[in-house]
């Protein structure tokens, strides 16, 4: 293999297609059920709109997309968010051919986005907004190189797209192409590449893309933030000094999250040349540290302002380029040799071995020790066990949450879903003795499962209608243990009487 990849590097990408569809595969030979991202996606997917909620909508529109040609079906999820990564990784694998000398150091670089957790593992589990500000993190480094390379009408134009793009991906990645336009001022050799009359096509086509949800997000500003503003500043402190050291603690520990395992791996390859490259320099590492740095000034300033609870995967868009930053140092201080591929091309092979491997085998080990994850909970029989209960098909369900709302269209994909908070995609619904609402809702699978309020409200809002005397149903879990039960509560709703 090593041979191989010296003589052709580029067969590289078809390790990793190879990969990725593996991983396709996995997902479908897992249960019928969808983890939290996912039962939000195939929900929103109902609908195409410039908005939705918190989240910014551009993998919402890539999923819808994906749906019209796949359905709203596991495969849909899958295969897009496994073309997504795949090309996060082709974008970033041809950065590194283009800014290293060593073809070697250009496919460990390319591998080493394997090393983080949250770009490798987590993305696979569940995340969606996350893999669209990687896929969109890499487009613009490529267009960026491309553009400082070989600068013409179509690179600058492609690094707008990419920025417009990342905005409406995810908003934390504006820190990105903000931290790269000081980091270029910083640098002589690129400085002239950001005062070329090019760059205002940048600027247009950015601000083109950026425009439609940016607008949307003004008139939507509490619905767009609130949800965001909350989980910044979720961690209780008794005070300002306690709120700075909280903040700074979760963002000390969310950095050792994201790169630990990244640099322990590379220590591996690199041995004790990786500790001799921290003072090597060139265009390009000084470039792209000064991203990363000037990025993590700006976190502390988030932390300074209020935030108290930094995620490890907030720092993706920014530091998913740690493995090329390392690649850079070890060719700056002429320290490539042969033996590195040699021994991080096993790491990156187990890698793509035991990442799919340990996604497999999480939902069964989970049941076996009673420690259950969203998968393990029996939705496609709940779903199909109400729906049996009656004997009309309902025109619309009514569920307590996204991730609910998901498997059951996901289960009944021929039944509209909605939930509270979104009555401005509901379209009208047959409501009379054949076709009734159907109000689906759980207490995190406990037996006690009181109706929500805010369900009571929409209810409530829709011609006063009531659940009367809800049903319930309490399926096994998925490879649980005998007599642990997971429960629903569900009623069926019709037109009152006169």
Same mark, same amino acid.
């Given at each position: 293999?090593?041979?191989?990849?010296?003589?052709?590097?580029?067969?590289?990408?078809?390790?990793?297609?190879?990969?990725?569809?593996?991983?396709?595969?996995?997902?479908?030979?897992?249960?019928?059920?969808?983890?939290?991202?996912?039962?939000?996606?195939?929900?929103?997917?109902?609908?195409?709109?410039?908005?939705?909620?918190?989240?910014?909508?551009?993998?919402?529109? =890539?999923?819808?997309?994906?749906?019209?040609?796949?359905?709203?079906?596991?495969?849909?999820?899958?295969?897009?968010?496994?073309?997504?990564?795949?090309?996060?990784?082709?974008?970033?694998?041809?950065?590194?051919?283009?800014?290293?000398?060593?073809?070697?150091?250009?496919?460990?670089?390319?591998?080493?986005?394997?090393?983080?957790?949250?770009?490798?593992?987590?993305?696979?589990?569940?995340?969606?907004?996350?893999?669209?500000?990687?896929?969109?993190?890499?487009?613009?480094?490529?267009?960026?190189?491309?553009?400082?390379?070989?600068?013409?009408?179509?690179?600058?134009?492609?690094?707008?797209?990419?920025?417009?793009?990342?905005?409406?991906?995810?908003?934390?990645?504006?820190?990105?192409?903000?931290?790269?336009?000081?980091?270029?001022?910083?640098?002589?050799?690129?400085?002239?590449?950001?005062?070329?009359?090019?760059?205002?096509? #940048?600027? !247009?086509?950015?601000?083109? +893309?950026?425009?439609?949800?940016?607008?949307?997000?003004?008139?939507?500003?509490? @619905?767009?933030?609130?949800?965001?503003?909350?989980?910044? #500043?979720?961690?209780?402190?008794?005070?300002?000094?306690?709120?700075?050291?909280?903040?700074? #603690?979760?963002?000390?520990?969310?950095? +050792?999250?994201?790169?630990?395992?990244?640099?322990?791996?590379?220590?591996?390859?690199?041995?004790?040349?990786?500790?001799?490259?921290?003072?090597?320099?060139?265009?390009?590492?000084?470039?792209?540290?000064?991203?990363?740095?000037?990025?993590?000034?700006?976190?502390?300033?988030?932390?300074?302002?209020?935030?108290?609870?930094?995620?490890?995967?907030?720092?993706?868009?920014?530091?998913?380029?740690?493995?090329?930053?390392?690649?850079?140092?070890?060719?700056?201080?002429? =320290?490539?040799?042969?033996?590195?591929?040699?021994?991080?091309?096993?790491?990156?092979?187990?890698?793509?071995?035991?990442?799919?491997?340990?996604?497999?085998?999480?939902?069964?080990?989970?049941?076996?020790?009673?420690?259950?994850?969203?998968?393990?909970?029996?939705?496609?029989?709940?779903?199909?066990?109400?729906?049996?209960?009656?004997?009309?098909?309902?025109?619309?369900?009514?569920?307590?949450?996204?991730?609910?709302?998901?498997?059951?269209?996901?289960?009944?994909? *021929?039944?509209?879903?909605?939930?509270?908070?979104?009555? @401005?995609?509901?379209?009208?619904?047959?409501? *009379?003795?054949?076709?009734?609402?159907?109000?689906?809702?759980?207490?995190?699978?406990?037996?006690?499962?009181?109706?929500?309020?805010?369900?009571?409200?929409?209810?409530?809002?829709?011609?006063?209608?009531?659940?009367?005397?809800?049903?319930? !149903?309490?399926?096994?879990?998925?490879?649980?243990?005998?007599?642990?039960?997971?429960?629903?509560?569900?009623?069926?709703?019709?037109?009152?009487?006169?």
């Amino acid at each position: 293999m090593v041979a191989a990849l010296r003589e052709r590097p580029y067969l590289v990408f078809a390790l990793l297609g190879a990969y990725f569809i593996a991983n396709v595969i996995v997902r479908l030979s897992l249960p019928h059920s969808l983890e939290l991202d996912e039962g939000q996606q195939l929900f929103l997917a109902q609908w195409l709109a410039i908005g939705y909620d918190t989240q910014p909508p551009f993998y919402n529109w =890539l999923q819808y997309g994906s749906e019209q040609l796949l359905g709203p079906t596991l495969a849909s999820l899958s295969v897009l968010k496994n073309l997504v990564l795949f090309l996060s990784y082709l974008f970033f694998g041809l950065t590194s051919f283009m800014v290293l000398r060593s073809r070697p150091l250009a496919i460990i670089a390319t591998l080493g986005l394997l090393t983080m957790p949250q770009v490798s593992f987590e993305a696979q589990r569940d995340l969606t907004h996350t893999v669209a500000v990687i896929f969109t993190s890499c487009l613009f480094l490529f267009a960026l190189v491309r553009a400082i390379k070989a600068p013409s009408l179509f690179t600058y134009a492609l690094t707008g797209l990419a920025i417009g793009l990342g905005i409406i991906a995810k908003y934390n990645f504006v820190l990105l192409p903000a931290a790269a336009l000081l980091a270029m001022l910083a640098e002589p050799e690129f400085r002239r590449r950001v005062f070329d009359w090019r760059i205002l096509l #940048t600027v !247009v086509i950015a601000i083109a +893309v950026v425009t439609p949800h940016g607008l949307w997000f003004l008139d939507h500003l509490d @619905a767009a933030t609130g949800r965001t503003i909350g989980k910044l #500043t979720a961690e209780e402190t008794t005070g300002r000094l306690s709120q700075i050291l909280t903040g700074l #603690t979760s963002l000390a520990l969310a950095f +050792v999250g994201f790169a630990a395992l990244t640099l322990a791996l590379f220590g591996i390859a690199f041995g004790r040349d990786l500790s001799r490259a921290v003072k090597a320099s060139s265009p390009w590492t000084r470039l792209i540290g000064r991203i990363m740095l000037i990025s993590a000034i700006a976190l502390v300033v988030v932390v300074l302002l209020g935030a108290s609870n930094i995620k490890d995967r907030w720092l993706t868009p920014i530091y998913l380029v740690l493995p090329l930053y390392l690649c850079l140092k070890i060719e700056a201080a002429n =320290l490539a040799s042969e033996r590195q591929l040699n021994r991080f091309l096993p790491i990156g092979l187990a890698l793509m071995v035991l990442i799919p491997l340990v996604l497999f085998a999480r939902i069964p080990l989970h049941g076996m020790l009673g420690k259950y994850e969203k998968l393990n909970v029996p939705y496609e029989a709940a779903v199909a066990q109400i729906l049996a209960s009656d004997p009309n098909r309902p025109s619309l369900v009514l569920a307590s949450d996204q991730q609910i709302a998901g498997n059951i269209r996901l289960n009944a994909p *021929d039944i509209p879903v909605t939930i509270p908070g979104y009555e @401005a995609f509901e379209k009208p619904f047959l409501f *009379d003795a054949t076709h009734p609402l159907l109000v689906v809702w759980r207490n995190r699978g406990r037996e006690s499962m009181p109706l929500p309020q805010d369900l009571a409200d929409w209810l409530a809002a829709h011609g006063g209608l009531s659940v009367g005397e809800p049903r319930s !149903v309490a399926l096994p879990y998925l490879y649980g243990k005998p007599g642990d039960l997971y429960h629903f509560a569900y009623a069926f709703v019709y037109p009152k009487a006169r």
